[in-house]
């Protein structure tokens, strides 16, 4: 793993070109941590208590093969310019951890939007507290944010201003039913260079059920 920051700008550095970008961002590779942190696997346990007829994933990755490039746009905070969420997300090692992710892949603009690390445990409460298509949340709106935070707080702490967010609401992948469950958290972790994923889909209520054989 390179040792070079993505944290502290040196304004100094120069833009890197066309070519030196794809070059850096071709040489990206990803690992999967195993096993699954217990903080993501309360999350995922919260959202398949509403999530009964979808799916739901989640997993954390290290970011290796990273160099100057990558840090000169991470630690300006220009993800979206490098593609560093697209990365990890078409990369073998997604498609490995979740088979099925790497269908249909398409990204627009406005797949995703930035959000602040203050903001986490709210989106994920408020995803629960939308529940599923057939199934709702048992406990109180106190509840949910409870378990928001405390995802929060085993990822982030009070590390805030080390970590970007990015989120969806769109079915970038065919891994995704494309109906009104479609959740995406791609949380990157910019001093441990870290980051944790959060898919959540789920089916049409109104279609059929699925048979019981």
Do not use: H
């Amino acid at each position: 793993m390179s040792t070079t920051s993505w944290l502290e700008i040196d304004q100094q550095d120069a833009r890197p070109d066309a070519a030196t970008l794809e070059r850096s961002r071709a040489g990206l590779t990803f690992r999967l941590r195993e096993p699954t942190d217990p903080a993501i696997e309360a999350v995922l346990a919260a959202f398949r208590s509403v999530i009964v007829r979808g799916s739901v994933f989640g997993a954390a990755f290290d970011v290796t093969g990273d160099d100057e490039t990558t840090a000169w746009y991470l630690c300006r905070n220009r993800v979206d310019e490098y593609g560093l969420v697209e990365a990890l997300l078409t990369s073998p090692a997604m498609a490995a951890a979740l088979p099925g992710i790497d269908q249909d892949v398409r990204f627009d603009a406005d797949t995703f939007e930035e959000r602040a690390a203050v903001e986490l445990d709210g989106m994920i409460a408020s995803a629960l507290i939308w529940g599923g298509s057939s199934a709702s949340f048992k406990g109180r709106a106190a509840e949910a944010k409870r378990i928001g935070r405390a995802f929060s707080d085993a990822l982030v702490g009070d590390r805030y201003e080390d970590f970007r967010i990015d989120d969806s609401f769109q079915a970038w992948s065919g891994w995704f039913d494309d109906v009104a469950w479609d959740f995406t958290w791609v949380i990157t972790d910019r001093r441990q260079k870290v980051m944790t994923v959060v898919f959540v889909t789920d089916d049409d209520a109104e279609s059929d059920p699925p048979s019981a054989g």
